[in-house]
């Protein structure tokens, strides 16, 4: 045990005073942070304003709609509704059967569509409408901002949270004959290959959550962006994506004989796309990708990490969070299955 | 028997890099594997160590088979890679508590074994150095550090003075030798002829994954023809005097290298004697002329027809 944290305090330090992990996993997103915040500085901090909804005064629902706080509901016919979507006065329109019309992708519509799920998914529980809790605040219970482009630092959050990817690769480096000269050395000392990968992995682990960390607080305090009302939850998505990036770190780092260099550009590729997909870029691009392709957004990890601080920050949804955590807990599982499949060979046909 | 290593053969492919390898290595020797570039050394190493796998053979260290698992074995080891294999945002002393700290788990006694490797390799003064900072002929210490700090029995060196200036190769060189004296075991490798006539107690020389001949080095240089070389220079032969000096008595040899004329013979005595004669009578006049005596490097070549530098 005293062996292991032995390892796990010089690897940590090894790894704090990378100048390759400084860039990326700290003064990168603090970088990407500010970058975002100044070119979007008009339209974030902005009050959020109640959205217009259409709902068929047949609905059953009408008086759910109503109970929201968020929503401004007009009671209109369909024809009204055509006519009030083409002049912009309202962002959707909503049917007796819960189908939601729209005219084009937006953060608000995002908004409908998501109490639109909420009323289903309860309904889909058999629970009595009359029993569904009327006082749920589906944006901010919690005196939240709503800022419209929140969702780009949720993505970044997801993404930096992935960002363990480096130390899985590097720790991978360090132990493989094949891969590094010092991995020639630590084969030949008297030390377990899982002893010292267990190690690497929670140096690693910690210093990419105090990274983390220091993004969150750089954008609480310097940014005064309040992004998290369920910290609770939001914690355990960030740990995750912690592991995440771990463990396809180990994943690239085992798989193949490239340099570390090749593979942290390959890493940081993997990441910066699958977060161009989870609307870092532009929300509207994610907007896009759940309309046309919806099963992306779950299978793409940083979309999954992204949507669900979303939901339970800004739209205060809880309850369905299990299937997030269920998929990225799986792709945590089948990327250390391969990575054992690579690192259990002891010996090597070439070096 | 400390090391022992029987028939051993490797292949990548279609290349055979091991055929057939046989070394065995005593305790407290240092054995020198001596070869051109390429000829197998680093492969045998790796494979003694268990790093490559391999196609046939045996390998035993202390008598006991060697496999990954060997983990009492490994304890007993230290290994000073041909690259600087260290940590780059380690410092020195960090570096060195390390690696040492993989066999070492008291903490007494390894603050003890690190401050003795640390004055070992020199590198007293720059213990919050980080290895980037240090020249190369410091950064091969520091490697050396790591992998002989826990005081192993048997120490594998393979190459550890490429690309070092001379003040830092002799500084390795005396510390080896140190090693040996302090009781470890050395298997040495190189193709540095001198180093290993200089240091090592017993040579094998390798060429193309085999060993061709094993023994010490007086032992090598007593099983070729070549006694003695004669390096003359001349400002004024013609090519009629050098085919008389080639049927001087003993020659076995004479080749034309640059300016300067290598002369061997096979019998070592009064030769250089023989030579002058021939000059004062032939009246010429030489520039240069000096006796040697034959090298690792004549054996190398009568062995395999070519130089070990090539």
Same mark, same amino acid.
């Given at each position: ?104 992708? !937006? ?50 959050? %997801? ?19 094949? =891969? ?60 995750? !994506? ?24 390959? %890493? ?74 690579? $690192? ?8 | ?31 020198? =594997? ?9 492969? %045998?190493?790796?494979?003694? #160590? ?51 700290? #993989? ?5 007494? $006694? ?38 002989? %700090? ?83 220079? @001349? ?12 049927? $001087? ?15 061997? @013979?096979?019998? !070592? ?42």
């Amino acid at each position: 045990m005293s062996r292991l944290i032995r390892n796990c305090i010089y690897l940590g330090k090894n790894t704090l005073r990378d100048k390759t992990f400084f860039f990326w996993s700290i003064l990168y997103p603090i970088l990407m942070a500010i970058f975002f915040y100044t070119a979007f500085s008009g339209i974030v901090n902005q009050e959020f304003e109640p959205v217009d909804l259409g709902v068929s005064p047949d609905s059953y629902f009408v008086s759910i709609f109503e109970e929201i706080e968020i929503l401004n509901v007009h009671e209109i016919t369909e024809e009204e509704a055509n006519e009030k979507l083409l002049s912009d006065e309202i962002y959707g329109y909503v049917d007796n059967d819960l189908n939601l019309t729209v005219k084009e992708s !937006g953060l608000n519509q995002t908004i409908i569509k998501q109490i639109l799920d909420q009323i289903v998914q309860v309904g889909g529980l058999n629970v009595p409408v009359e029993q569904v809790d009327m006082m749920v605040d589906y944006t901010i219970s919690n005196n939240q901002n709503a800022d419209t482009l929140i969702i780009i630092f949720y993505t970044l959050i %997801a993404m930096v949270s992935t960002y363990g990817v480096f130390t899985g690769i590097e720790t991978v480096s360090l132990i493989q004959a094949n =891969l590094s000269e010092i991995g020639k050395r630590m084969n030949i000392a008297p030390l377990r290959k899982s002893d010292f990968i267990i190690s690497g992995l929670v140096g690693g682990f910690i210093m990419n959550v105090i990274s983390n960390t220091l993004l969150l607080l750089f954008m609480h305090f310097i940014l005064k962006l309040n992004l998290f009302t369920e910290f609770k939850y939001s914690m355990l998505f960030i740990l995750l !994506g912690n592991l995440f990036g771990l463990s396809l770190g180990m994943m690239i780092g085992s798989s193949n004989k490239k340099s570390t260099n090749v593979k942290t550009l390959i %890493a940081v590729a993997v990441t910066l796309f699958l977060s161009f997909l989870s609307g870092m870029m532009s929300p509207d691009i994610k907007i896009i990708l759940d309309e046309k392709i919806p099963i992306l957004a779950k299978v793409n990890p940083i979309s999954v990490i992204t949507d669900n601080l979303y939901k339970i920050n800004l739209l205060g949804i809880t309850d369905d969070i299990y299937e997030g955590l269920g998929a990225i807990s799986i792709y945590i599982i089948v990327l250390n299955l391969i990575s054992y499949g690579f $690192l259990r060979r002891k010996s090597y046909d070439s070096i | 028997m400390v090391v022992k290593v029987n028939k051993l053969v490797k292949r990548y492919k279609d290349l055979i890099a091991l055929d057939h390898f046989n070394m065995e290595v005593k305790e407290g020797e240092i054995l020198g =594997l001596l070869g051109p570039n390429g000829c197998g050394k680093t492969t %045998a190493i790796n494979c003694i #160590l268990s790093l490559l796998n391999f196609d046939k053979g045996e390998i035993q260290i202390f008598d006991q088979k060697m496999t990954p698992n060997s983990y009492e074995i490994k304890k007993q080891i230290g290994i000073v890679p041909q690259e600087v294999s260290v940590f780059d945002n380690l410092t020195v002393k960090e570096n060195i508590d390390y690696f040492c700290g #993989l066999y070492i788990e008291d903490k007494h $006694l390894r603050k003890q074994y690190v401050d003795e490797a640390i004055n070992f390799v020199g590198l007293k003064d720059y213990l919050k150095f980080y290895p980037s900072s240090l020249s190369g002929g410091l950064k091969r210490r520091l490697n050396i550090g790591c992998g002989i %700090a826990h005081k192993p029995r048997l120490i594998f060196l393979d190459e550890p003075t490429v690309a070092v200036d001379a003040q830092s190769r002799n500084f390795i060189l005396d510390g080896i030798k140190r090693l040996n004296k302090e009781g470890s075991t050395i298997i040495y490798t190189t193709h540095y002829l001198e180093e290993a006539e200089m240091i090592c107690n017993r040579i094998i020389i390798m060429d193309k994954g085999k060993n061709l001949v094993s023994g010490t080095n007086e032992e090598l240089k007593s099983m070729i023809t070549t006694t003695e070389k004669i390096v003359a220079g @001349f400002s004024d032969i013609d090519e009629e005097k050098v085919e008389q000096m080639r049927k $001087l008595p003993h020659v076995i040899d004479l080749v034309k290298r640059e300016e300067d004329y290598i002369i061997k @013979f096979e019998n !070592g005595i009064n030769n250089l004697s023989n030579l002058l004669e021939f000059i004062k009578d032939n009246q010429l006049t030489y520039t240069k002329l000096y006796s040697q005596l034959p090298t690792l490097n004549d054996v190398f070549l009568e062995l395999t027809g070519k130089e070990l530098r090539d």
